[in-house]
Nanobody, 123 residues
């Protein structure tokens, strides 16, 4: 029903910056999207929250992201961005975009995930 498409990952040196983007699209009309977040996962580990933002702009960050990462979104629909500065080797992971719910002209759905984008930070 709703597809999340991420972009902006890549290879960067430690101390560098990357900006991830996530846009929601649907075959119909998207009226609103709920909390959107960025998660990351490394091999053998569970997916963990990096940052999230409500449709009203309230943000939440993991301790590891505070002071270095900034999540933002243009409006209550999409897209959502993650500006990552002062990157460290331990930030290397696959980053996933999530939307906890979305309302389209076809109804309401929940728990949408993007396909993931690789972020590699070289030390």
């Amino acid at each position: 029903q709703v597809v999340l498409v991420e972009s902006g990952g890549g290879l960067v040196q430690a101390g560098g910056s990357l900006r991830l983007s996530c846009a929601a699209s649907a075959s119909g009309i998207i009226f609103s999207v709920g909390v959107m977040g960025w998660y990351r996962q490394t091999p053998g580990n569970e997916r963990e929250l990096v940052a999230s933002i409500t449709s009203g702009g309230t943000t939440n960050y993991a301790d590891s992201a505070k002071g270095r990462f900034t999540i933002s979104r243009d409006n209550a629909k999409n897209p959502v961005y993650l500006q990552m500065n002062s990157l460290k080797a331990e930030d290397t992971a696959v980053y996933y975009c999530n939307a906890d719910w979305a309302i389209t002209n076809r109804g309401r759905g929940s728990n949408y995930w993007g396909q993931g984008t690789q972020v590699t930070v070289s030390s």
